[in-house]
């Protein structure tokens, strides 16, 4: 008791920074996902949301690192990311 503990402030853009630049995805020769760039900056929950086969499902499975973009960046808090640093549950 009566002991001071100092914290060092916290950047909250960095908690929550996910950064996508041109990325793009070919399946099958199709082009699924082309040149896509967005960044979730602010903490808070996000959907993801568009008509059937406009690309949800390849999103989310190249950010959990199934399938490789063939161009573009993916970065989580600036790192590049790698398989399993992401989490994808999906439902029926």
Do not use: C
């Not at 008791?1 to 950047?11: E, K, S």
């Not at 086969?53 to 790698?82: A, D, Y």
């Amino acid at each position: 008791l009566g002991q001071t503990h100092r914290f060092a402030p916290i950047n909250l853009k960095n908690l929550m920074s996910l950064t996508i630049k041109n990325l793009t995805v070919v399946l099958d020769g199709h082009e699924i996902l082309r040149g896509l760039s967005t960044e979730f900056g602010q903490p808070g929950v996000y959907g993801v949301v568009g008509l059937n086969g406009s690309g949800k499902t390849t999103l989310l499975r190249t950010l959990h690192g199934e399938w490789k973009p063939v161009s573009g960046e993916m970065h989580w808090q600036g790192n590049p990311i790698g398989r399993g640093q992401v989490a994808f549950l999906e439902t029926e």
